[in-house]
C-alpha cells in the first residue's frame, strides 16, 4: 500500500519506518526542510531503540522517503497518517491547529489534483474527543470529493515503541466508513497475526480510548506513590505492601512501582486534556485530576531530604555537589519533556546546590535547555567525584549494579548518600557498605 505520513516526530517516523517495514510504500511529509534533509540523509533526531536498523534498510530500499511537498503527497498515496504535535493549551486542553492546518494544506492539494481514488485521513495524533468530527469540517471546505476520515490512536511506549507498533495488543480504528476501516483492517492485519484484535468504534469512542488509557495508567502510578507517602509515615515497606496487592488478579502487577512520578510527552499532557475535555462538558473527572496533582508533587519528593540530609539539618545547605544519575523522564528514550530530573535540579539550584549529571542519552538535550547550569559527566563515576551525595533519578540498565565500593571511594565522604528514586537498589546493603540510604516509601 502506498502511505503518505504527515508529520516526522516520534510517533510519525516510527510509524512511517514500520509500515515500511512490512512492505508499504512510505513518503514521510514534514515542513522543517532542515529535517526533512536530516533524515533523508540517514539521521534519525531522535533515539529509540532499534529503530535506527529499520530507519536505514527501508531508506536505502526505496519504501521510506521524505518530501517537504504537499503536492508530492498527495500524487504519492490516497491514506494519510495524520501524526502532527498537539502541543497544551493554557487551559490543558490539546491544541489541534497543526492537524487542522495539515488536513487543510491537504484537502487544497487534492482538489486541485487529478487523483480519483478516495482519500482517507487518519488521526494518529492524540486529539481531544471530536477532533475528528472538526477535521471532516475542515477538509469538506475544501475538498469536494468524497473522503473518508479515521481515528486510529497510537499505544506507544517510548522506548519500546517499535515492538509496540511490530506488536501490538490491539489496533483501535474509529470510523463509520467501511471502505476506509477495511483498507485500515488490511494494512493492519499483518502486525496482527498472533491474534491481536482490531477493534473497530465510532471516531469519538476511540478518541477517548486513548485518553482513558493514559488516565487509567497514570491514576495507578500516583496511586501508588501515595501509597508510598502513607508507608514512610508508619515505617511501612513499600515494596512489601507493592507484592502484597499486585498478586491479586484484580488489580496486576503493571505500573505499581513507586518512584519519582511519570513524565514525558503523553501521561501529563494527556491527563490534563482529559480533564479539559470533561470540563468542556461540565464535568469533573476529580480521580484524573488528583492523579496528576499527586504526580506534580511526587517528581521533588526527595528534595528536602536531600537538603536536610546535606546542611546536617541546617536550614539551608552548604553549596555542595550532588551527582545525579539520569536525566531522561525513563530509560531507553532522549526524551526530557516533563522529565523528574528537571524539577529536581530546578529546586537544587534554587537551593544554592550543585548539580554534576550523567544520563546516556539525554544529556544534549538537558544542555540545550539548561546550558552550563549543571555540569555534565563523561560517564555515571566521573559525575561522583568530589560529590556528597548519589541521586538516582532514571532507572538506566548501567545504573543498577554499580561498583559500590568505587562510588563510596569516589565520593569521597564519610557515609556518603544514596537516594535511590526508584527504589533499585538494597537498603540494607547499602548501610551495610557505610551509605546513608533514602528510597520513596522505605524504612
Known sequence: MRITIVGTGYVGLVAGTC???TGNDVLCLDIDAAKVKRLAAGEIPIYEPGLSDLFKRNAREGRLRFSTSYDEAVAHASVFF???????????????KYVLAAVTELAA???AGKATAKPIFVLKSTVPVGTNARVRDAI???????????SNPEFLKEGAAVEDFS???????????EEAFEALKTLYEPYCRTGAPILRMDPASAELTKYAANGFLATKISFMNEVARVCEAYG??????RKGISLDPRIGKAFLFPGLGYGGSCFPKDTRA???????????VAIVDAAEAVNVEQKTVLVPKILKFLSGGEAKPSGQTVALWGLAFKPKTDDIREAPALAIVEKLLAAGVKVRAFDPEAMNNVRKLLGEKIAF???????????????????????RTPDWARVKQLLGADRPGVFDGRNIYDPQKLRDLGFEYYGIGRP
Not at 141 to 148: E, M
Not at 168 to 177: A, F, H, S, T, Y
Open 274 to 284: 482529559l480533564v479539559a475535555s470533561a470540563k468542556a462538558k461540565g464535568l469533573n
Open 82 to 96: 495524520l501524526c502532527l504535535p498537539t502541543p497544551p493549551s493554557e487551559d490543558g486542553s490539546a491544541d489541534v
Open 236 to 241: 511501612a515497606d513499600v515494596e512489601q505492601v
Open 167 to 177: 506488536k501490538p495488543d490491539r489496533v483501535v480504528i474509529g470510523v463509520n466508513d
Open 19 to 21: 509500515f515500511a517495514e
Open 109 to 111: 492539494s487534492l482538489q
Open 140 to 150: 469538506a471546505k475544501t475538498l469536494k470529493k468524497p473522503f473518508a476520515v479515521a
Open 377 to 399: 559527566a563523561e560517564n555515571p563515576y566521573a559525575a561522583l567525584e568530589g560529590a556528597r551525595a548519589l541521586v538516582l533519578v532514571t532507572e538506566w540498565n548501567e545504573f
